[in-house]
């Protein structure tokens, strides 16, 4: 015979098993989940100037650069992309940006904000894997920040890195 105590035991975690399977849930999203519905891909990038001295292209980034999609704030997301390495030691990067093409923000001007994802990770990920493309899972935040490379619009506490299979 199930007493009182062991019968609400069993109906508690009855009841959280569904709450712990949908926090469990990953969306995978793309870059362009980042920009905000309305907003079209070709207008997040304004006009630009050739910096003939450095023979760089310098973009100019309007107000929709800086626009986020704030329904992913929160939300538990998978996403692929490439590392430009923050934090280095010798078992791995620690902190990096997350950016959509291979090469981005090293020999070029950055993406604008909202096709930057600033990502933190307790276990480093392999510096000799730096040029795989990878996925990365876990909770995404919308918040502007300034890095040395340019300007985030997003941050993901890393659950789990994987290389991105083709």
Known sequence: MVNRRTALALLSG?????????????REITWDDLIPSGVPYSEIIGEGDMDAVNDTWNPIYDENGIKLNNELDGVFVKMPGFVVPFDMNADGVTSF???PYV???IHTPPPPANQLVFVNTAKPWPADQLWQAIWVSG??????????????GYSIAADNIEVYEW
């Open 139 to 152: 909770i995404l935040r919308t918040k502007l920040q300034s890095t040395g490379l340019g300007q985030t």
């Open 97 to 99: 940006m997350l950016v």
């Open 14 to 26: 009855a009841l959280s098993a569904p709450q712990a399977a949908f926090a469990a849930t990953v």
């Open 103 to 105: 090469g981005a923000c």
